[in-house]
């Protein structure tokens, strides 16, 4: 099992363009998960899914944000426009079923300059 | 609320016990649950507990629930330098099937 997988790995782009930032969850899993790290707020729930649809974006910060689940196997987050304070690690997590456990990505490090 | 809430850091010597605490909210958790997250690495799973368990043991770690006071701890035995993370405790909160994580707590350990 290749586990979660999130690219890229690193994004560095200036404020103002569109980020897309990518993740496959583990197959069979039915629930993704987009969180958001950074020192000052810790790990933030931005929006998840169930069955590829958005079950909760209340974590969403504002309209510049925006997940889609096309299919069970591939989702995306996408920032446009970028602004500095969105700098931060975003992780990608899956789990099969209620209660079973959260599997994350590596994390994509985003950079706005 | 939902709030988790550990202590920020914890420094220990080699061959020590470390343990972690973490304070939760919800009552109605099911799971609590205890992720190491390495420097540029993505948090991994450690172990979890059922909430109607107290104590849960893997090997050199035990975990102890305390359902009355909310309290969760991490226990690491015989501490090694590859112990070096962020610990994260975390609980589902709700009927949402959300996972909420603590702040964290960084441990680091001294030879």
């Known amino acids: 099992d290749a586990g979660v997988i999130q690219s890229p790995r690193h994004e560095v782009t200036e404020m103002g363009q569109e980020v897309t930032l990518r993740c496959k969850p583990i197959s069979g899993h039915d629930y993704l998960f987009w969180y958001r790290q950074t020192m000052m707020r810790g790990l933030e729930l931005l929006i998840y899914?169930?069955?590829?649809?958005?079950?909760?974006d209340s974590g969403m910060p504002e309209d510049r944000f925006s997940a889609k689940m096309p299919n069970a196997s591939f989702s995306t987050l996408k920032i446009q426009p970028s602004e500095p304070r969105d700098s931060a690690v975003y992780f990608c997590a899956s789990r099969a079923i209620d209660d079973s456990p959260l599997h994350f990505g590596n994390g994509t490090r985003l950079t706005v300059t | 609320g939902e709030d988790v809430e550990q202590s920020l850091f914890l420094s220990v010597r080699e061959g020590d016990s470390s343990v972690i605490n973490c304070t939760y909210t919800?009552?109605?958790?099911?799971?609590l649950y205890w992720y190491k997250q390495e420097p540029g690495a993505g948090l991994q799973l450690l172990t979890y507990i059922f909430s109607n368990m107290d104590m849960k043991q893997d090997q050199r770690l035990t975990v102890l629930l305390n359902k009355k006071d909310k309290h969760l701890s991490l226990r690491i035995a015989d501490t090694q330098t590859g112990d070096s993370a962020i610990y994260f405790c975390?609980?589902?909160?709700?009927?949402?099937?959300?996972?909420?994580f603590g702040t964290g707590t960084r441990l680091q350990v001294t030879l």
């Open positions: 975390a609980e589902i909160t709700g009927t949402a099937s959300k996972l909420t």
């Open positions: 919800d009552s109605s958790s099911t799971y």
């Open positions: 899914f169930n069955n590829n649809v958005p079950i909760d």
